[in-house]
């Protein structure tokens, strides 16, 4: 049977709402964060050298990588409710394009923020200001802009499609930007713009999406 290692409050929540979208069998198991550094625990390092969540078991492969994952399950298992756009198409683009860029280009602007964020808190007091003016910084002239430049672009994006990111509801690029997008919320509420929220919707409407908060709990990104 496959196996997820999911990791409270995390990327993993999109493999699972795969998982129960494609009505696949599967076990969790389930990693509690640091209570204080927030990080994995140590024992997800036995799963696979990186420590981070997801990883997909399925027989004798451990497959990392949430794209990777994505990819994986839908090829091996998703025939029966998905069909690959063909190659070269506007909808195989979109959906290529949108699957990478989660990861690639949207999550490290995000990663940066809550690094930025974090890092003042963690120094001791008479190195506090001024790490917190070169983070706060950082933040405003190069995080924010970008981030604003990305909501924008998104934004524009899921208004010619009807709040998702492809024509097919969802496929591999919504099912991996739904981490990214509710990231990007959570953390910069300019990014609340109104196909951004109509696709934020759509994803907990969504009956496969349910069933994964049944089982694991909501997913609650915190945005600080
Ligand atoms: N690009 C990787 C990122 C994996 C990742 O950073 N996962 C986070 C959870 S959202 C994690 O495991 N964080 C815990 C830690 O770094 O200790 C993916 O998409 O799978």
């Not at 839908?74 to 063909?86: D, F, K, L, Q, S």
């Not at 995080?143 to 499609?161: K, T």
Request: proline share 7%.
């Amino acid at each position: 049977m496959l196996k997820v290692h999911h990791l409270e409050q995390s990327r993993s929540h999109r493999v699972l709402w795969l998982l129960e979208w494609l009505e696949l069998e599967y076990e969790v198991v389930t990693y509690p964060r640091d209570a204080k550094t927030m990080l994995a625990p140590e024992s997800l390092r036995q799963v696979h050298p990186l420590g981070k969540s997801p990883v997909l078991e399925d027989g004798d492969l451990v497959i990392a990588e949430s794209g990777a994952i994505v990819d994986y399950v839908m090829a091996r298992y998703g025939e029966h409710r998905w069909v690959e756009p063909t190659v070269g198409s506007h909808e195989w683009l979109n959906q290529r394009y949108w699957l990478h860029y989660a990861e690639g280009s949207l999550m490290p602007l995000l990663v940066m923020t809550l690094v930025f964020r974090t890092v003042p808190k963690k120094m001791p007091w008479w190195l506090k200001p001024i790490a917190k003016g070169i983070c706060q910084g950082v933040q405003q002239q190069f995080l924010q802009p970008q981030i604003q430049r990305h909501g924008e672009f998104i934004e524009s994006h899921l208004a010619r499609f009807d709040g998702q990111f492809a024509a097919q509801w969802p496929t591999p690029a919504d099912i991996q930007m739904s981490f990214a997008v509710q990231a990007m919320a959570a953390r910069d509420s300019r990014s609340n713009a109104p196909s951004i929220r109509a696709f934020l919707q759509k994803v907990e409407a969504d009956p496969a999406w349910q069933r994964v908060v049944a089982r694991v709990g909501p997913l609650s990104l915190l945005g600080d």
